[in-house]
């Protein structure tokens, strides 16, 4: 971008024309004598087709200063974007009855990686992780910000990486421990089962007690219908088959680990619920971000001023030389 310091200035380019007529003016009457050119016949010669070169040269490097005194100057934008960042968690339960039916069009585990990858696109500048458990826990993929990687590790998270069982309190403590070392101001933990703790040996309670201490919040979700829902078989001799099994979600405990933690506690029955619950959680999370900018100008009446002082002299010398005037 270009701008004027001093755009005032230009009004003295209407002094050029004002010149031109004051010069006109007082210009002495010439004599009546025919010149060599006005005679039949005579070609002009160079000199003569060129009388007028020095004042137009002035005049050229007079509109010139006039412009590089009003300082034009070239600027350059940049913008500095200054982000917090939060840190972020997901913990996403992986066992067994994570494979009833009930959140089309697939199975809980399938809808559940679906809609986290959603929540991940929607981020910026965020740091996310992911924690995975069943009667075990560990990290699929630390604090970061190649969400490309984080979604391709999403999509290799399944069924039997870990043996079955399902053990919140150890998940929630692995998560904590990660977020916790992460440089974000804000940390959060969202965390997703669709039963209750029954392996490891920490307590959910004693992990919601420590993810407290140490600045963290955690939202829970429980994922399945009330009552009874379709459960896959997958019999050697019949094939597939599915069987009636009851929801085992844990509210009271996936509620009070939220609300010790500062979180809130939400429960899923369907798709469409969960992926609701997870457009709640991002705008409860927001990123402050920040925006300054900045323009760098430089100053460009010397690529003015120079060939005008060029335009000036060369004026000069060809009127003490080629265009001499004898009086």
Request: positive net charge; aromatic residues 6%; glycine residues 8%.
């Amino acid at each position: 971008m270009i701008r004027l310091l001093y755009p005032w200035v230009l009004a003295g380019l209407l002094l050029i024309p004002a010149l031109i007529l004051w010069r006109r003016r007082r210009r002495p009457p010439a004599l009546p004598l025919p010149a060599l050119a006005d005679v039949p016949g005579m070609p002009r010669t160079l000199r003569a087709r060129l009388a007028g070169l020095p004042s137009v040269l002035r005049l050229v490097a007079l509109g010139l200063l006039v412009v590089a005194l009003a300082r034009p100057q070239s600027g350059e934008r940049e913008i500095q974007v200054i982000s917090e960042g939060i840190d972020i968690m997901l913990v996403l339960d992986t066992s067994g009855s994570m494979k009833a039916e009930d959140f089309k069009p697939n199975n809980r585990l399938y809808v559940a990686k679906e809609v986290a990858k959603q929540f991940i696109s929607g981020r910026t500048g965020d740091r996310i992780g992911l924690v995975v458990f069943s009667a075990r826990s560990f990290t699929q993929c630390p604090l970061t910000t190649d969400y490309p990687v984080l979604l391709n590790l999403i999509d290799h998270v399944d069924f039997g990486m870990i043996e079955d069982g399902t053990a919140i309190g150890l998940a929630l403590a692995n998560a904590t421990g990660r977020v916790r070392g992460g440089p974000g101001k804000s940390k959060v933990v969202i965390l997703l089962t669709d039963g209750r703790n029954n392996a490891g040996n920490i307590d959910p309670l004693t992990s919601a007690d420590a993810a407290q201490a140490l600045g963290v919040r955690v939202y829970t979700i429980g994922a399945g219908v009330e009552g009874e829902a379709l459960y896959p078989v997958d019999d050697p001799v019949f094939g597939r088959r599915y069987v009636r099994m009851p929801s085992q979600v844990d509210d009271e405990t996936l509620g009070e680990i939220a609300r010790r933690t500062g979180g809130l506690y939400f429960r899923a029955t369907d798709s469409e619920a969960l992926a609701r619950i997870y457009r709640k959680i991002d705008d409860l999370e927001k990123t402050k971000v920040e925006t300054r900018e900045y323009v760098r100008y430089s100053e460009l009446g010397a690529m003015l001023a120079i060939p005008a002082l060029i335009l000036l002299l060369a004026e000069i010398a060809l009127g003490a030389t080629v265009f001499l005037k004898v009086p």
